[in-house]
């Protein structure tokens, strides 16, 4: 298959950076695909930046970072009108985040009412200033980095902005061997200036819609339903995921299955998306977080209680399940 092809080349590529992280690679290439938005949420020092570099260089597409601060202003991140003494008239100067790839660094840095500024533009596309709007640009991601550690001087990001984000990634330290090569590869020159582009703009807006077409058997979206439904119901969750995250566990799902190289998406394809695509999507209720109780972990209890096939309503079935 193409994707299949393509996506090998464009992680054989990544990975020249990116050292013995190739599921992580081969998840943010999913959220590309499905024209969604990442989440990487890790320590400093783990590549997260170099990581969204990485992709921008290898598809040719325009990229700008953007450095979130307590006093970065919505404008500084959307554009402003700016009067011209010349022409007598407004002229829109776009802010960085009109760019095919856009990194918002640590982003959990700003305050709401900037953090809010991205909302319009990643889920609509587009961007409302002085009453014009101004649409994206096509691709449009957004990779977003935020340190879980450190909370001095940090605003929580809403769980309206999390919804937005596809999927979420955590990186990890390296291995010990993995770290040596890192050490090794770096003496002389950083590996990311020599990254080149192995795939066009053109070619991953046809990939993003050979995607679409990746068959789903109604079975595998009965499995999808009920998978996130029982995040709605679980006792130790008080908000589960919503039918934006179904739609996500969907598509990620599509996506997984062409970068395998099959036309067809299966439940093993559901299940290794299942926990970045819906783990930041759920509130845990307080008193289980005093219990340590965390969300990727109870994505990860559902996938295994949650059976793959439905059970058919009879005598000895009921339709409704017992609470």
């Known amino acids: 298959m193409a994707i299949h092809e393509s996506g090998e080349k464009v992680i054989a590529n990544v990975e020249r950076v990116i050292v013995g992280k190739h599921e992580a690679v081969r998840l943010a290439l999913v959220a590309l695909l499905c ?58 100067r776009p802010g960085p985040i009109m760019a095919q790839i856009v990194l918002a660094d640590e982003i959990n840095r700003a305050t709401p009412k900037t953090q809010s500024a991205l909302l319009e533009c990643m889920e609509e596309r587009q961007a409302t200033i002085d009453g014009v709007t101004h649409r994206m640009p096509d691709p449009f991601l957004v990779i977003a980095t935020q340190n879980p550690i450190e909370y001095e001087g940090t605003f929580a990001l809403p769980e309206a902005q999390l919804d937005r984000f596809m999927l979420r990634l955590r990186l990890g330290y390296p291995q010990p061997l993995e770290e040596i090569v890192i050490l090794d590869e ?42 996130v439904n029982a995040t709605r119901i679980h006792p130790d969750i008080y908000l589960g995921a919503s039918p934006r995250g179904s739609l996500a566990l969907y598509r990620a799902g599509q996506a997984y299955a062409a970068l395998h190289g099959r036309d067809y998406v299966i439940p093993d394809d559901v299940k290794a998306v299942a926990e970045p695509a819906l783990s930041h999507r759920l509130i845990i209720k307080t008193a289980a977080t005093i219990r340590d109780v965390e969300a990727g972990a109870t994505v990860r209890e559902l996938l295994e209680t949650v059976p793959i096939e439905s059970q058919p309503a009879g005598p000895d079935r009921p339709s409704v399940r017992p609470a």
């Open 35 to 92: 024209q969604g938005h990442l989440l990487i949420e890790d320590v400093p020092g783990t590549g997260k930046t170099v990581l969204a570099k990485a992709i921008a260089r290898s598809l040719g597409c325009s990229f700008r970072r953007i450095q979130f601060t307590p006093d970065l202003l919505p404008s500084d991140v959307t554009g402003l009108s700016i009067f011209n003494q010349k022409t007598q008239e407004f002229e829109f």
């Open 186 to 227: 770096q003496k002389r020159i950083h590996p990311l200036d020599e990254i080149g582009e192995v795939l066009s703009v053109a070619e991953l807006r046809t990939l993003q819609v050979a995607v679409r077409e990746i068959y789903v058997d109604p079975s595998i979206s009965d499995y999808i339903v009920r998978l």
